[in-house]
């Protein structure tokens, strides 16, 4: 079992380029987000999924779009990057929503210059 | 939407020592209260969780406790070892995870 998986581990865009991260997950879960991690601010919820084909927004969704086509996949992407979406991307899926345990990527370093 | 408050934003013990962590959140709808450990350059890792019906859990070295009339909750870790050096938040849960800021432990030896 890989659990989670995140690509690419790092990326460095230039302003107004776009993107799309990758998470794949092995453990049959219906849930998965996407988060972004700053200093000092923990971790803020971008978007959701609660199962293949749904999505949705969470506390920060403004200049990201989101796809879960197959259920062990979640894209985020980013259609004309800033520099403050410069920041540490985790993808999470979870069995039970959000009552249980999420098992989180090991990260997408991204800069935006 | 729920906000999450967490202190203190750092925190340095003696190895052996306890510590403690405190969060607060705002919907007392909220059900599901867990924490994470976050080691340097790693992912966050669920160390401990509480549901609202549950006052007190307990695992070996840590405890959580949770107060829903003050809307707080709060994890102890007793024995404190350098291993247990890293980056922990809690988070508070209704229809999506919301955490706090998190809190830098230090465990000197």
């Known amino acids: 079992n890989a659990g989670v998986t995140q690509t690419p581990k790092f990326r460095v865009l230039k302003t107004g380029q776009s993107m799309t991260l990758l998470c794949a997950q092995d453990?049959?879960?219906?849930?998965m987000y996407w988060y972004r991690q700053d200093p000092g601010m923990g971790l803020r919820l971008i978007h959701y999924?609660?199962?293949?084909?749904?999505?949705a927004k969470g506390e920060v969704p403004d200049g990201y779009n989101v796809s879960r086509l197959k259920k062990q996949n979640f894209l985020l992407g980013l259609e004309s990057a800033a520099p403050s979406q410069t920041s540490v991307y985790f993808c999470?899926?979870?069995?039970?929503?959000?009552?249980?345990?999420?098992?989180f990527g090991p990260g997408t370093r991204l800069t935006v210059t | 939407g729920e906000n999450v408050e967490q202190h203190p934003s750092t925190l340095s013990v003696q190895e052996g020592d306890s510590a403690v962590i405190k969060c607060t959140y705002s919907?007392?709808?909220?059900?599901?209260f867990p924490w994470y450990k976050q080691e340097l350059g790693k992912r966050p890792q669920l160390i401990i969780d509480i549901r609202s019906n549950v006052g007190e859990k307990k695992d070996q070295r840590i405890a959580v406790t949770l107060n829903k009339t003050a809307k707080h909750f709060s994890l102890h870790i007793t024995e404190t070892q350098p291993e247990d050096s890293a980056v922990y938040f809690c988070?508070?849960?209704?229809?999506?995870?919301?955490f706090g800021a998190g809190t830098r432990l230090t465990v000197k030896p």
């Open positions: 988070a508070a849960s209704i229809l999506d995870m919301r």
């Open positions: 999924s609660v199962g293949e084909g749904t999505t």
């Open positions: 919907d007392s709808a909220s059900n599901y």
């Open positions: 453990m049959n879960h219906e849930y």
């Open positions: 999470a899926s979870s069995e039970s929503g959000t009552e249980g345990e999420q098992y």
